[in-house]
Nanobody
């Protein structure tokens, strides 16, 4: 049973940057595919990015490609989301997720979710 705790959210002006972190415990982190999702007010939760267990493969939503970078440190049981060139439409609660396969995250059905961290981008 894995527990995921996000941090790093906050308020930033448009064009700014934030780095989210997700610390995992209680499971074998290095075997999980990790990802980030987000949910804006009044909208459904959507996929943002994922990274394979080894870190060799990454995938991004088209809306964030070229602006966000996902990475992981298996020695620290932590996954990161570097977010640059933030825009007001990036405002959302960002959730960390862990799953056994890339497919599980692509389907929005990971095994574990974090509690979320708020990111607010002002114009």
């Amino acid at each position: 049973q894995a527990q995921l705790v996000e941090s790093g959210g906050g308020l930033v002006q448009a064009g700014g940057s934030l780095r989210l972190s997700c610390a995992a415990s209680g499971g074998t982190f290095s075997t999980y595919v990790m990802g980030w999702f987000r949910q804006a007010p009044g909208k459904e939760r959507e996929f943002v990015a994922l990274i394979s267990a080894s870190g060799s493969s990454t995938r991004y939503a088209e809306t964030v490609k070229g602006r966000f970078i996902i990475s992981r440190d298996n020695a620290r049981n932590t996954v990161y989301l570097q977010m640059d060139s933030l825009q007001p439409e990036d405002t959302a609660v960002y959730y960390c997720a862990a799953g056994a396969s890339i497919g599980s995250l692509e389907l929005g059905q990971p095994a574990y979710w974090g509690q979320g961290t708020q990111v607010t981008v002002s114009s």
